[in-house]
């Protein structure tokens, strides 16, 4: 109890801390609540997953099964969890927000809440469809709101399904892959040790993943937006979101 209250905000972003303390189990939590529990956006997911990269067989060695002492094969195994938990998490995000969605654009205008903004937000993914999927599971806290915006706007079940697992695979191959043999080139070819400045690696995968949507929201074009996916027809009946 002492060492949770010794837990500071600079442990908090430190993907070196959840590693260390955490290890296997507290890393997969950590990407699929990311999304599906909404409650990880201040988490270090990138660099997270980029110094996992780093400890791969560490990590894997702490199965129930052991390790199996050869780097890809530890590797390989920790991308695949990695995936599947990112997976289910964006999935159990957009379910939300189909749940959520009627409620929300049929409630009034306030200070806190505008209904314009659900309509901005379905304007961009039918303007981009998958694409905003795919590249939002590479963005800072935009990943963790993403699939819950895209079941709220009705996006495909399906189209979403495609792109969720093709952006969740991604993400975690050039994350987990990009940190493992980064980490190994730096070291033999420099003589630098990632894991001795993770302040620099955070800050600049940070500034990297954020910069497109930076671009996108001041220079992006716009348009009207459509109706609500949710509002009845002159027969009286709901329109059908699916």
């Given at each position: 109890m002492t060492e949770l209250l010794t837990i500071s905000l600079k442990d908090l972003i430190n993907p070196d801390f959840y590693i260390n303390n955490g290890g296997l189990w507290v890393l997969l939590f950590i990407v699929f609540a990311e999304t599906g529990l909404m409650v990880g956006f201040f988490l270090p997911g990138d660099s997270l997953l980029f110094v996992a990269g780093i400890y791969s067989g560490k990590l894997v060695a702490s199965l129930p099964t052991g390790g199996t002492g050869n780097d890809i094969i530890d590797l390989l195994i920790l991308f695949v969890m990695v995936s599947v938990c990112g997976i289910?998490?964006?999935?159990?995000?957009?379910?939300?927000?189909?749940?959520?969605?009627?409620?929300?654009?049929?409630?009034?205008?306030?200070?806190?809440?505008?209904?314009?903004?659900?309509?901005?937000?379905?304007?961009?993914?039918?303007?981009?469809?998958?694409?905003?999927?795919?590249?939002?599971?590479?963005?800072?806290?935009?990943?963790?709101?993403?699939?819950?915006?895209?079941?709220?706007?009705?996006?495909?079940?399906?189209?979403?399904?495609?792109?969720?697992?093709?952006?969740?695979?991604?993400?975690?191959?050039?994350?987990?892959?990009?940190?493992?043999?980064?980490?190994?080139?730096?070291?033999?070819?420099?003589?630098?040790?990632?894991?001795?400045?993770?302040?620099?690696?955070v800050i600049g995968i940070v500034v990297i993943t954020t910069f497109p949507v930076i671009y996108k929201i001041f220079f992006g074009k716009k348009k009207q937006h459509r109706g609500d996916p949710y509002a009845k027809d002159q027969s009286g009946q709901g329109a059908d979101p699916s």
């Open positions: 289910i998490g964006n999935s159990l995000g957009y379910w939300f927000g189909r749940k959520s969605g009627p409620f929300l654009f049929h409630r009034k205008d306030n200070f806190f809440f505008k209904k314009k903004y659900l309509y901005q937000a379905r304007e961009f993914y039918d303007q981009h469809g998958g694409q905003a999927i795919v590249f939002a599971r590479f963005l800072p806290i935009i990943r963790t709101f993403a699939p819950i915006i895209a079941g709220i706007v009705v996006m495909d079940k399906k189209k979403f399904g495609y792109y969720n697992i093709i952006g969740c695979v991604a993400w975690a191959f050039l994350m987990l892959f990009a940190g493992h043999y980064l980490y190994r080139l730096l070291l033999i070819k420099f003589h630098f040790d990632l894991k001795q400045h993770l302040e620099v690696l």
